[in-house]
């Protein structure tokens, strides 16, 4: 049985290392595959075998759970299409509750990663739960909020996003989805569609502790729409109309520490020819952002443009730096997740 298609996985890098560290493999005799009826799915596919349970009998619960945990941690699995065929014709889609119930045991002592690897292997055996999604989402949250590191809290901020948008598609009546993805817009910034997400959730929910939470930040969300709207209108090319709204918060304390204030204007500014404007706000950018290869990137091109040879060659010095220090950084974290590969 082969996969049709490779998923994106953000967060397997922490996750598949446990495969290797509390697993064996192992195939199924063929009198076993006779007497069980799954010759046509099991033939010559190797089962996991926890290595704290090899003094064990092997039931078939026990194959189970351990499939399910193995594609939890890799959804690309060599195996998983055998192994979700496996769980389905012996349990059924029933089997997807116990391991939700089990993962939020885990995520409620702290055990996100392993919550989100039994959350995982649940979607992939019924993608249309709505509680595998919700729960998902939320261990995913809890990993970056209590994790370390950019790359680490990044892939699962971003997992997290997208199982929330998937989970408001998939359940568009239910509002406790559109509740933590207003959250999740409002950490990348994206002040509109969160209050868009959160008016939502507004008209879905009745729980008066939570409406009210929500009605407070939709209130604080003004002007940071306002904001937003003129970085859309420098991104479509309307640079004037995104100076005239952006210029009126470079000297409001609010928000003239925002790096990407200063980061449009400087856009802005550059493309309406005006060099020595957009050079005032990239480098005010770059007071808020320091590693910000993008804001370097366009001093360059504006040093470069009018014969600055000495700040061209000092920011293109600091672009690969930064770049060259962000790979040893990956490779350090590779080397920490999957010591036995470095």
Known sequence: MEKE??????????????????????????????????????????????????????????????????????????????????????????????????????????????????????ILLDPENRDAFYCYGRACKDAYENGEGEEYVGRFKAESLETFEKLTLKAPDYDMGFYFLGFGYINLGLYIKAKLTWDRFMELSEDGELRAEIRGLLDKLTEPCKIEEGYNAVLSGR??????????????????????????????????????????????????SPSNTDVMGELVEIYDACGNEEKRLKYEKKIRIVRENAEKDREEKRAAVMPGLS
Not at 19 to 40: K, P, T
Not at 249 to 264: A, I, M, Q, V
């Open 5 to 122: 298609q490779q998923f994106k996985d953000r967060i397997s890098d922490y996750l598949i290392p446990r495969i290797e560290e509390g697993f064996l493999f192992d195939e199924l005799s063929d009198n076993y595959l006779n007497r069980a009826g799954i010759g046509d799915i099991m033939k010559d596919v190797p089962v996991p075998i926890r290595r704290a349970e090899l003094d064990q009998g092997l039931s078939t619960l026990a194959i189970a759970r351990n499939m399910a945990y193995v594609i939890g941690c890799d959804i690309n699995f060599r195996y998983a299409e055998n192994y979700k065929a496996y769980i389905l014709r012996t349990f059924t889609a029933d089997f997807v509750k116990p391991l939700i119930n089990e993962g939020v045991d885990l995520a409620a002592h702290d055990s996100y990663e392993e919550a989100c690897i039994l959350f995982r292997a649940a």
């Open 239 to 288: 640079y004037e109309e995104g100076i005239a709204i952006l210029s009126d918060y470079e000297d409001d304390e609010r928000f003239n520490t925002w790096w990407p204030l200063w980061y449009y204007l400087g856009v802005a500014y550059k493309g309406l020819e005006l060099p020595e404007e957009a050079e005032q706000r990239f480098l005010r950018a770059l007071q808020y």
